[in-house]
């Protein structure tokens, strides 16, 4: 549930930064909107990544294939999600070439939350090395 | 050692079982107070306030001021191929409950022990043991590697490269305790 959470929030944060990117003239209720369609398509994207971990069988896991399944699996529904609301939204070609940026600042966000998770890791391990120091020194 | 006790009925029965367990009596005039939540504390004594969720923790903490000084406290025996051996609590890297009993694990061997998980976690926690799931006990010590997992999950990888699971009930725990 916490990482669906997450997933929510960081769609929120994608919504409003392309805000900034999309500098259009529209309301503001219609901008609100959109970032709650944000939020809600990270909301989706979290159930389905929650959801396709919860099937992987314990025994492989090591740190390389965590940050490799996550990664991939939320860059690959990110994609799929985006490309078919585009698909819905826009047939053109001038569409899909306005589009190709907002795809991007949503990947490189997901990439620099993975990497956050791994400096996460990273905190971990070095609090397991100074929790063994302190029990040594008692 | 002796307690007085300051809380609802449910939790004083709760308290009196798991602290008769290693001795420690429960005395109207001590000096020292166990205080529930929302009870009146007194002055001029020693207090510890907790919550009633938390009574467990209570006697956790007892304990580990109790045995610090006993024998019993820094080493354990253990039964192996038809011997008996002294084992010193650091040597073990987890400590489990199976089907043949309480099992303890060290480097090169594992040894039949006798007590509970639920007693070596108490006793032991000053040690760095820790619950990591209901039948493991996990010596933070000999852990090499936290490797997280999904579902709020984490494995650990020991010294002797056996991975142990740390499932999501108790995932908090570990948190807590390397405050991560």
């Known amino acids: 549930m916490e990482s669906i959470i997450k997933s929510f929030f960081i769609g929120l944060f994608i919504g409003i930064l392309l805000q900034f990117y999309d500098d259009a003239d529209v309301l503001f209720s219609y901008k609100v909107l959109t970032v709650l369609a944000s939020g809600s398509v990270g909301f989706i994207i979290g159930l389905i990544t929650e959801w396709l971990t919860s099937i992987l069988p314990i025994r492989m896991a090591n740190s390389r294939t965590y940050f490799f399944i996550h990664n991939f699996i939320a860059l690959i529904v990110t ?29 490189g966000i997901i990439c620099i939350a993975n990497l956050f998770d791994y400096m996460m890791y990273r905190r971990a391990q070095h609090k397991l090395k100074s929790f063994k120091a302190l029990i040594k020194d008692k | 050692m002796m307690v007085q006790l300051l809380c ?12 008769s367990k290693y001795q420690i009596e429960i005395m109207q005039d001590s000096d020292l107070v166990l205080v529930e939540n929302g009870y ?17 923790d209570v006697v956790k903490l ?23 051996a002294v084992i010193e609590p650091r040597d073990v890297l987890y400590v489990e409950a199976g089907s043949d009993g309480i099992m303890a694990y060290t480097k090169s061997n594992r040894y ?3 007590e509970t998980l639920q007693y070596y976690e108490n ?28 579902n709020s999950r984490y494995v650990l990888r020991m010294d002797n490269n056996a991975e142990l699971e740390v499932s999501k009930m108790f995932s908090k725990k570990l948190r807590s305790t390397l405050k991560i």
């Open chain 2, 123 to 150: 006793v032991w926690v000053a040690k760095g043991f820790i619950r990591i799931n209901k039948s493991q006990l996990v010596n933070l010590l000999h852990v090499k590697e936290i490797i997280p997992w999904f």
């Open chain 2, 40 to 56: 009146d504390i007194p002055s001029g004594k020693l207090i510890v306030v907790f919550d009633a969720i938390d009574y467990m």
């Open chain 2, 112 to 114: 039949s022990i006798k």
């Open chain 1, 79 to 107: 994609t799929f999600i985006l490309i078919s609301s585009m698909m819905f939204t826009s047939s053109e070609m001038e569409g899909q070439v306005e589009f190709t940026p907002i795809l991007l600042i949503a990947l």
């Open chain 2, 8 to 19: 609802s009925n449910k939790v004083y029965e709760k308290l009196k079982q798991e602290l």
């Open chain 2, 62 to 84: 007892l304990v580990s001021g109790v045995r610090e000084h006993i024998h019993v406290m820094n080493t354990l025996t253990g039964f192996s191929e038809n011997k008996f």
